[in-house]
């Protein structure tokens, strides 16, 4: 059984998802976008001042970045990767998502 097997929406769904996500990306790897990031745009201004804008950015864009790759792989071989392949996904989502978490927390504290 594929992922296409599994798949219950138009292939079109997964590229818009990809492009939304690299768009989203390299705006945080260019270092803009900061206030796209929930818990630092709800912060008061004191509690944002402890932070570095810039490598939260980066590494936020970079966690995006992993997401990014593992929609574009899941989009280019939904055909040929087997369908327990997404529950592998889905853990590495998870993983980055408290990579970054942990990361935000302490390395981008000034």
Same mark, same amino acid.
């Given at each position: ?11 079109w ?14 705006v ?8 796209l ?28 970045? *992993?997401?990014?790759?593992? =929609?574009? /792989?899941?989009? !280019?071989?939904?055909?040929? +990767?087997?369908?327990? $392949?997404?529950? *592998?996904?889905?853990?590495? =989502?998870? /993983?980055?998502? !408290?990579?970054?978490?942990? +990361?935000?927390?302490? $390395?981008?504290?000034?």
């Amino acid at each position: 059984m594929t992922l296409k097997d599994i798949s219950n929406g138009p292939d079109w769904i997964m590229w818009v998802g990809f492009a939304i996500f690299a768009l989203i990306s390299i705006v945080f790897l260019s270092g803009h976008g900061v206030n796209l990031i929930a818990g630092y745009n709800a912060a008061s201004r004191e509690e944002q001042e402890k932070y570095d804008a810039k490598k939260l950015c980066h590494i936020v864009g970079f966690g995006m970045s *992993i997401i990014t790759i593992l =929609i574009l /792989i899941m989009a !280019i071989g939904e055909e040929i +990767l087997p369908a327990y $392949i997404a529950y *592998i996904f889905l853990g590495v =989502i998870i /993983i980055d998502c !408290i990579v970054i978490i942990v +990361l935000a927390n302490t $390395i981008c504290k000034k």
